[in-house]
C-alpha cells in the first residue's frame, strides 16, 4: 500500500522544472505510521462516498462506516459490533461495564471500567481512565485522560494528557492552548 503526498516544490535535483507547484509523490504508508495526523482512503466497490473535511463531517462518516461494516473490510483482528455501531482496534484492552454507542476506537488503546462513549473517535494507542464520559469528541493519537474526566463535544489533540476529573464540553485541547494550562 502506498499514500500520495504533495511535494513541497523544493529544490530536489529531480525536479526538472526547477521550481514550478507542487507535484504528487508516492510514499510507503508505513512511513506515515509516526506522524501525529494522516489521512487513509479505503477505496471500496460502493454507491456511497464522504468528504470528511470537518471533525463533525468525519464523526459522521465514522458511524457510517461502522454503520456498515458488514459490506467493508474491517482493520485485521478489529472487534465490529453492528447493533451498536463500534470497532475496536486490536490490541485495545477494555474495562468492564462499558457502555459504547456509535463509536471508533483506535489500536492499542486503554479504555478504564465504567466508561461511556457515545459518537466518539479514538485514535491508536490512547489511555482512557475508569469512569469517564466522552460524546461527540475526538481523541487524538497517545493522548491520556485521567479518571473520572466528563468532555462533551470536545477535541484532544495528540499526546495531550487530561488531569482526572476534567469536565468541558465544546473545548479542543493541543499543545500551548490557555484551557490545557489552566487545568494543569
Given at each position: 500500500l502506498e499514500a500520495i503526498t504533495e511535494?513541497?516544490?523544493?529544490?530536489?535535483?529531480?525536479?526538472?522544472?526547477?521550481?514550478?507547484?507542487?507535484?504528487?509523490?508516492?510514499?510507503?504508508?508505513?512511513?506515515?505510521?509516526?506522524?501525529?495526523?494522516?489521512?487513509?482512503?479505503?477505496?471500496?466497490?460502493?454507491?456511497?462516498v464522504m468528504r470528511a473535511n470537518t471533525i463533525a463531517s468525519f464523526h459522521y462518516a465514522c458511524r457510517e462506516a461502522v454503520a456498515n461494516g458488514e459490506s467493508l473490510t474491517m482493520p485485521p483482528r478489529s472487534k465490529w459490533n453492528g447493533k451498536f455501531q463500534t470497532l475496536v482496534g486490536h490490541d485495545t484492552t477494555l474495562g468492564a461495564k462499558i457502555n459504547m454507542k456509535s463509536s471508533v476506537i483506535g489500536k492499542a488503546c486503554q479504555l478504564g471500567a465504567k466508561c461511556?462513549?457515545?459518537?466518539?473517535?479514538?485514535?491508536?494507542?490512547?489511555?482512557?481512565?475508569?469512569?469517564?464520559?466522552?460524546?461527540?469528541?475526538?481523541i487524538g493519537q497517545g493522548a491520556?485522560?485521567?479518571?473520572?474526566?466528563?468532555?462533551?463535544?470536545?477535541?484532544?489533540?495528540?499526546?495531550?494528557?487530561?488531569?482526572?476529573?476534567?469536565?468541558?464540553?465544546?473545548?479542543?485541547?493541543?499543545?500551548?492552548?490557555?484551557?490545557?494550562?489552566?487545568?494543569l
Open positions: 511535494d513541497d516544490g523544493g529544490d530536489d535535483d529531480d525536479d526538472a522544472g526547477g521550481g514550478g507547484g507542487d507535484k504528487a509523490k508516492r510514499v510507503p504508508l508505513g512511513e506515515l505510521d509516526d506522524e501525529p495526523f494522516h489521512v487513509g482512503a479505503v477505496v471500496v466497490p460502493s454507491k456511497k461511556r462513549l457515545n459518537n466518539v473517535v479514538i485514535m491508536d494507542n490512547v489511555i482512557v481512565g475508569e469512569n469517564c464520559s466522552l460524546q461527540n469528541t475526538l491520556i485522560l485521567g479518571n473520572n474526566c466528563s468532555l462533551n463535544d470536545c477535541q484532544v489533540g495528540p499526546g495531550m494528557e487530561l488531569p482526572p476529573g476534567t469536565k468541558e464540553k465544546g473545548e479542543s485541547f493541543v499543545f500551548g492552548d490557555s484551557v490545557v494550562e489552566d487545568l
